[in-house]
């Protein structure tokens, strides 16, 4: 079984930056289709960016709009961590941001109910 640890976290000014960082413990020797999600206060949890492994083509990422062009998934696999570079933050990005692991076979990215382990999560302010 796969663990995740997330940081990175914190109360930034609108338009700063931070970066999440998420540890993969347990079982590294696999390697895994990584998400990032978040949920506010009385909202669903959703979908922020993820990032594929392939062995065999080079890794894909995906992006929610709202995010597009501000946030940045990365992953290094000799460290067993997946990065989220947040910049151009806003108000809005306020949120628990948790970490994913663990996509179901024929899963869909933007769904958190594909994916089998979680991390605890990071608490982000941004504001105004």
């Known amino acids: 079984q796969v663990q995740l640890l997330d940081s990175g976290g914190g109360l930034v000014q609108g338009g700063g930056s931070l970066r999440l960082s998420c540890v993969v413990t347990?079982?590294?020797?696999?390697?895994?289709?990584m998400g990032w999600f978040r949920q506010a206060p009385g909202k669903e949890r959703e979908f922020v960016a993820a990032?594929?492994?392939?062995?065999?083509?080079?890794?894909?990422?995906y992006y929610a709009d709202s995010v597009k062009g501000r946030f940045t998934i990365s992953r290094d696999d000799a460290k067993n961590t997946v990065y989220l570079q947040m910049n151009s933050l806003k108000p809005e990005d306020t949120a628990v941001y948790f970490c994913?692991?663990?996509?179901?076979?024929?899963?869909?990215?933007?769904?958190?109910?594909?994916?089998?382990?979680w991390g605890q999560g990071t608490q982000v302010t941004v504001s105004s």
């Open positions: 347990g079982r590294t020797s696999a390697k895994y289709d």
């Open positions: 990032i594929s492994w392939r062995s065999w083509r080079s890794t894909n990422t």
């Open positions: 994913a692991a663990d996509l179901l076979p024929g899963g869909n990215y933007y769904s958190p109910a594909d994916f089998r382990s």
